[in-house]
């Protein structure tokens, strides 16, 4: 598995509307887009920084998995997302066959078009991973 880069920080936040002028007015960035991801129950915003994006993760229901990380944790890092350059689906056979409890068993797809799959954290020391590439 090749990784090119982080891709995005994904960061659990309670409301998209609250959080999102700390990172333009205080911090400098510029929220360039804005999404509902309806099969995730979340709405996300995301910032650029050189080449890593921050991904805000708001739950747009009780279900979401983003909510359930909310209660139990309250805001905060949520998950870290490498890019791969051979694929996820080869990624994943990979970290499978090297022990790594996988989330997803598959490639799906997530915000911005990115085909993802999420690593177990319990596989990787305490860090939820997500391993992604651009869709095709």
Known sequence: M???HIEHLGIAVKSLEESI???EN???LKCYAIEEVADQKVKTAFF???QTKIELLE???PESTIAGF???RGEGIHHMAFAVADGVANALAEVEEKGIRLIDKAPRRG???LDIAF???KSTKGVLTELCEPGK
């Open 2 to 4: 090749e990784l090119t």
């Open 21 to 23: 002028p700390y990172y």
């Open 26 to 28: 205080v911090l400098g």
């Open 48 to 50: 650029k920084i050189g």
């Open 59 to 61: 739950p747009t229901s």
């Open 70 to 72: 909310l209660e139990k």
């Open 111 to 113: 915000a911005e078009g």
């Open 119 to 121: 690593l177990h954290p």
